[in-house]
């Protein structure tokens, strides 16, 4: 089993930055591809970035590429989302999540492609 546990969020302005983190236990993740997904109010819930388990490849939405970073450290088994130039768009409950092994394909984008969740933490961006 292996349990995530995101921190981080909070309000910001718009314009602002957060860093989010994503916290595994109970098992190793280095081996694993991870993703960070969000969910707005009354919205589906929408890939943001992904990172292969060496941290070598990195994948992001259209809407956050170029404004938002992933990056791991496998050492301390925590998984980050550096997000700058936050927008009101941006306010969603952010969920981090593993996937059982390494990326090969498209499955970094879809949500039913991973194995474990964490519990999400709210970010929000005043207008």
């Known amino acids: 089993q292996v349990q995530l546990v995101e921190s981080g969020g909070g309000l910001v302005q718009a314009g602002g930055s957060l860093r989010l983190s994503c916290a595994a236990s109970?098992?190793?993740?280095?081996?694993?591809?991870m993703g960070w997904f969000r969910q707005a109010p009354g919205k589906e819930q929408e890939f943001v970035a992904a990172?292969?388990?060496?941290?070598?490849?990195?994948y992001y939405a259209d809407s956050v590429k170029g404004r938002f970073t992933i990056s791991r450290d496998n050492a301390k088994n925590t998984v980050y989302l550096q997000m700058n130039s936050l927008k009101p768009e941006d306010t969603a409950v952010y969920y981090c999540?593993?996937?059982?092994?390494?990326?090969?394909?498209?499955?970094?984008?879809?949500?039913?492609?991973?194995?474990?969740w964490g519990q999400g933490t709210q970010v929000t961006v005043s207008s």
């Open positions: 999540a593993a996937h059982r092994g390494p990326f090969y394909g498209l499955e970094y984008r879809f949500k039913g492609e991973y194995d474990y």
């Open positions: 109970g098992r190793t993740v280095s081996t694993y591809g």
């Open positions: 990172i292969s388990w060496s941290g070598s490849t990195t």
